[in-house]
């Protein structure tokens, strides 16, 4: 259900479309990155420049994954020295929320561990360790540090431009993702699956189609 009681406390933009599930978004009118805590808006900066180039779905596009919808409502784009992914929050009808990475045209969808769910481990793996998760071997393939360069849209957590985490990702032997991500004081795990981007529907915005 929709907040329509807050406003930006740097422009006074109002909000009637703010999710309950929502803890940080940009103000689309200045561009100031906005922290919600209850009914209350913190600022936290800006929300960093987002280039445009062809994408395969944006906010506000729903996408339809392995027979799920999600509806997108955040965009966040991070650096990590060899180039740029595009992180894409979005929720399906019942609320829950998923992860959609877009990597140089390949495509993940991740779900978080809550709780204590995921890995034991707090600490970051090396590339080329093996990793053993709920009965499925994973082996790293990936390790770097990330930063945030850019947000757009509405998140259910703080994303916040030039934050910096580690990062890995661990394959599974039938396309299975285990990533993780660390920072000071703290963790979280992900699991998901490699998609085939021309298996994914999206329905954009304007009304058009796509695959």
Known sequence: MPDTHVTCPNCG?????????????????????????????????NNGEMHDYPMLFGLGD?????????????????????????????????????WISIDEGDVVVQYPYHGNAGPRRTDPPAVGEKITYAKTDYTVTEADTAKCVAVRGQFPELVQVDDEHYFINASGPSGQLLSGEFWEGGHQWYEGTWLDPFTLKVDRQDGSSGR
């Not at 922290?35 to 900066?45: C, H, K, V, W």
């Not at 392995?66 to 650096?79: L, M, N, P, S, T």
């Open 13 to 45: 933009y109002g909000y009637e479309n703010l999710r309950k599930s929502t803890r940080m978004f940009d103000c689309p009118a200045c561009g100031t990155t906005l922290y919600r805590e209850d009914n209350t808006l913190a600022p936290m900066g």
């Open 62 to 98: 729903a996408v339809t994954a392995e027979g799920r919808k999600y509806v997108i409502q955040g965009h966040a784009r991070y650096d990590y020295g060899r180039g740029t992914w595009d992180e894409m929050y979005g929720e399906d009808g019942d609320g829950k929320g998923a």
